[in-house]
């Protein structure tokens, strides 16, 4: 087997004065980055130092080009990173004159980028089919072109939101600050591994996703407590809580690694990063001496509760914990295990975690504020916290004035809503469905408990939710002459925009079987002679008009409507 391994910065990978493209074979999946994974790497590269290694790129490489086997997604959120810089350094060039002192500087930026990308008038990076469509769509602001609407497909979303959301705001205020970290971009380090044969690739990267794994930062930080005289029984003690299915969840123990130090050991707003991890805790270790690692063990403990696995979608740590809220660990985590110091009654921290849940809900829909500006704002909190010696109803208040700052302006959740909320985040749409049923609905009672949380005996959710609209691409003609009677080949479109939308979505029992059925067998479907169908007597469901035979668009757009006041009355601070 003849193995290929090469460290290359991405701007070596996407060299402008070559030839060299990289193709997504037909057997791989689409694009399915998410916000939060996204983010992350955003992050990473953001806030680590230059030559940061983001991961491997697996290659097969033939005559023509190189098919990507592992590290697509990443290559292609970092096509869309290149996209994003030329688009909003453009913007700056449009007000620029040949005197602003970063003009030269933009305009080479701008120029190598359009090359990075392309090679004359075709994509370096091709991808799969609608991918590729819009891929091709998009960077034809490269050659001054206008994109066509591309807006409902997931790639153009992903790429609005690192446009707009990442790259944009006060970070990237300047040309300046959108040209530094267009310079750790392009620097970012992959190591490309080629392999001229295909069964050898699969081979390797079978390989390199075994439990062969090499040295974590977790390795080195256990090794650096050792050397301080260290007990590796302790060591073991601490990594005990963080066993899932008897195996350790490293990523689990590292980010409680990560936000024990912003909580508790740091004065800065900014979160430490997993390349920091070993260097910071030297520190710690040094002053603090072995011992250090009993208060590890007592906050590990602590954390364990705020990132738990609970079903329950409560509003509480359970509830947060579905909320991607991982931002406000280290102020939860803090306020926990002070809680006494504070004053702080259950109760108390029961209304903290209430404003906290709205935040996040709010948050996940809107996509604003970003996640590290979240991040900073909060652990900036906590240290205003200390310096005040806020307590008990003050402490409460305090931090109630702070969140309410922080949660976007519900005109901007109501148009984030317009562009649907499952596909977005399905956890946070099942958590706005169940506390809209659990606040409004009269279904549960003692003789019928509440069992929005329970499981059947297969280990599936007993209640799901569900599209009064299917989501499925088969749809019926009856659902076809209803979104599009004049045009049925116009109705998967229509369907496209609507689908995933609050006004479409209910809650059902068992409703495995309803999925693409007609709106008439819907509305009665029965499973062992009970009905579960959208008749059924639950508040999500008195919205949707039954007295028809068919819920179009204007039936939606109504529903909609009257769920998002709802919504607003919950999740408002």
Not at 275 to 293: E, L, M, T
Request: aromatic share 10%; net charge neutral; with cysteine.
């Amino acid at each position: 087997m003849k193995i290929t391994p090469e460290t290359k910065t991405l701007a070596a990978i996407f060299q402008t004065n070559s030839s060299v493209h990289y193709v997504i074979p037909v057997y791989q999946r689409s694009y399915s980055w998410k916000d939060e994974q996204i983010e992350t790497l955003f992050d990473d590269i953001k806030n680590e130092d230059i030559g940061y290694y983001v991961g491997n790129l697996l290659i097969n490489t033939d005559a023509s080009s190189n098919n990507v086997i592992d590290g697509q997604q990443r290559l292609t959120t970092l096509s869309l990173m290149l996209l994003a810089i030329h688009e909003n350094l453009t913007s700056f060039y449009q007000k620029m004159n040949q005197t602003d002192p970063d003009f030269e500087k933009v305009s080479e930026a701008r120029l190598d980028i359009k090359r990075q990308i392309l090679d004359g008038d075709v994509v370096r990076l091709r991808l799969l089919d609608k991918d590729q469509t819009v891929w091709e769509n998009l960077v034809k602001v490269l050659q001054g072109e206008n994109p066509g609407k591309r807006g409902n497909y997931f790639l153009s979303k992903r790429y609005k939101y690192i446009r707009n959301e990442l790259l944009k705001g006060p970070l990237f205020s300047t040309p300046s600050e959108l040209l530094t970290f267009y310079k750790k971009l392009v620097n970012i380090e992959l190591l490309q591994i080629s392999v001229p044969n295909i069964s050898d690739a699969y081979q390797v990267f079978a390989s390199l996703n075994s439990k062969g794994m090499p040295l974590t930062p977790l390795d080195l930080l256990k090794n650096v407590y050792l050397s301080k005289k260290g007990d590796s029984n302790k060591w073991n003690k601490l990594k005990e809580g963080f066993k899932k299915n008897d195996e350790e969840d490293a990523a689990k123990l590292t980010s409680f690694i990560l936000n024990n130090y912003d909580a508790f050991e740091t004065d800065s707003t900014s979160s430490l990063t997993k390349g920091k991890i070993v260097k910071s805790y030297d520190k710690i270790f040094k002053s603090k001496g072995a011992d250090y690692i009993d208060v590890l063990i007592k906050r590990a403990k602590v954390y364990l509760k705020i990132a738990n696995t609970d079903n329950a979608y409560r509003w509480d740590l359970s509830g947060l914990a579905k909320l991607d809220a991982t931002t406000c660990y280290p102020l939860v985590l803090n306020l926990l295990c002070n809680q006494v110091n504070y004053d702080l009654s259950d109760a108390q921290f029961n209304d903290i975690l209430a404003d906290l849940i709205k935040l996040y809900v709010q948050r996940n829909i809107a996509l604003t504020p970003k996640a590290s500006n979240l991040r900073s704002s909060l652990n900036g909190l906590r240290k205003v916290i200390v310096e005040n010696g806020w307590k008990s109803n003050e402490l409460v208040n305090k931090i109630h004035e702070k969140i309410k700052t922080l949660q976007p302006r519900w005109d901007s959740v109501h148009l984030a809503l317009q562009d649907g909320i499952y596909d977005k985040n399905k956890k946070t749409t099942r958590f706005i469905l169940i506390s809209l049923e659990r606040n409004y609905g009269t279904f549960f009672n003692k003789s019928n408990p509440d069992s929005l949380d329970d499981y059947d005996s297969n280990g599936n959710l007993r209640w799901s939710i569900e599209h009064i609209i299917p989501q499925g691409i088969h749809l019926l003609d009856t659902w076809k002459d209803t979104l599009s009677p004049d045009d049925r080949d116009h109705a998967t479109e229509i369907q496209a925009q609507y689908v995933h939308r609050l006004g479409n979505l209910t809650l059902t029992p068992y409703n495995s079987e309803m999925g693409n059925k007609s709106f008439v067998e819907k509305k009665e479907f029965k499973v062992s002679d009970s009905l579960v169908g959208l008749s059924l007597k639950i508040y999500l469901n008195d919205s949707i008009d039954k007295s028809k035979n068919t819920f179009g668009i204007n039936e939606l757009k109504m529903r909609q409507a009257a769920l998002e006041e709802k919504m607003k009355e919950v999740f408002l601070i």
